[in-house]
């Protein structure tokens, strides 16, 4: 059975991280990218970061670049998010997605609140 479940989200205050992981299962992890999604109330789920299946490549949205940071650990099964420089828009429910050229799974996410 594949399974993605994130951890990690919770309350924190502006200026402060979080770091985010994602624990795979029922599928080979090192065969696919991973990717973080967010969605705040009334926005469209939008692309947070992406990594390669070696871990070699990266990319961010604009919005978190130079502040986040993903990174994976083959042996572990697992994707992480660093969030530094948190601010109120970061607030949203985040996404961990395994995406290959057969297969694309979703987790249920982890809700996220930078507020004061």
């Known amino acids: 059975q594949v399974r993605l479940v994130e951890s990690g989200g919770g309350l924190v205050q502006p200026g402060g991280s979080l770091r985010l992981s994602c624990a795979a299962s029922g599928f080979t992890f090192s065969r696919f990218d991973m990717k973080w999604y967010r969605q705040a109330p009334g926005k469209e789920r939008e692309l947070v970061a992406g990594i390669s299946r070696n871990g070699v490549t990266t990319n961010y949205g604009d919005s978190v670049v130079g502040r986040f940071t993903i990174s994976r650990d083959n042996a572990k099964n697992t994707v992480f998010l660093q969030m530094n420089s948190l601010n109120a828009e970061d607030t949203a429910r985040y996404y961990c997605?395994?995406?290959?050229?057969?297969?694309?799974?979703w987790g249920p996410g982890t809700q996220v609140t930078v507020s004061s």
């Open positions: 997605n395994a995406r290959n050229d057969f297969w694309d799974y």
